[in-house]
C-alpha cells in the first residue's frame, strides 16, 4: 500500500539577540539539529528579515539595541502571525516574574531566562519546530481534502438542483415520468 507522506523541510529559525555568542551557539545547535538558521542583532533587522523570509520559529531577546525590544517586536509580529503561525521563544538575562507574564501576555509561546541550559533549550525548540509541522500539516490536508472534495460536491449539486427543476416539490410523478 502507498502512502503519500509530506516531505519534511528544513525548518528557519531566526535567532535575534543582542550578543553574538548566544546568536552563535543557537544558530550552531540549531543547524547540527537540522534546521536553518539566520541571526539578527537588532529588532529592527529581524523585522526586515520577517518582511522578505517565512520563518518557522523565532527565538527572541528582549533587551537589543536599537529604538525598539524584543517585546516591540514581538507585539508587531503578534499583530501580523498568530501563534501557531509563528511560534516566539522570548529569552532574557531577567528571570523578574513580571516581565515573563508580559512576554506571554503580548504572545509569546515560550520563555526561557540566560543563561540557558542548551539541552532544554533543544527541548523547547523542538516542541514549537513539532507543533508547527503539525500545524502546516493540518493546512496542506485541509487544502488538499477541500480541493478533492470540491468536484464531487459541486456534481452532486448540480444532480439536486437539476432534481428540483424536473421534479419540485409537491409535483406528483407520473408512471411516464
Do not use: W
Not at 498568530?82 to 512576554?103: K, R, T, W
Amino acid at each position: 500500500m502507498d502512502v503519500d507522506v509530506v516531505p519534511v523541510k528544513r525548518q528557519r529559525v531566526l535567532v535575534v539577540d543582542d550578543v553574538e555568542g548566544v546568536r552563535d551557539t543557537l544558530a550552531i545547535t540549531l543547524e547540527r539539529e537540522g534546521n536553518a538558521a539566520t541571526v539578527a542583532a537588532s529588532a529592527e533587522e529581524a523585522l526586515e528579515l520577517v518582511g522578505a523570509t517565512r520563518y518557522d520559529l523565532i527565538i527572541l531577546d528582549i533587551s537589543l539595541p536599537g529604538a525598539m525590544s524584543g517585546l516591540d517586536l514581538l507585539t508587531i509580529l503578534r499583530e501580523r502571525y498568530s501563534l501557531l503561525d509563528m511560534p516566539i521563544i522570548m529569552i532574557s538575562g531577567s528571570n523578574n516574574a513580571s516581565l515573563v507574564v508580559e512576554a506571554l501576555k503580548r504572545g509569546a509561546n515560550d520563555y526561557l531566562t540566560k543563561p540557558f541550559d542548551l539541552h532544554a533549550i533543544r527541548v523547547r525548540i523542538k516542541n514549537q519546530l513539532t507543533l508547527k509541522r503539525l500545524k502546516d500539516f493540518n493546512d496542506h490536508l485541509l487544502r488538499t481534502t477541500s480541493h478533492d472534495l470540491k468536484k464531487p460536491v459541486m456534481l452532486m449539486l448540480d444532480v439536486v438542483h437539476q432534481l428540483k427543476e424536473l421534479c419540485p416539490p409537491g409535483k406528483v410523478m407520473t408512471e411516464d415520468e
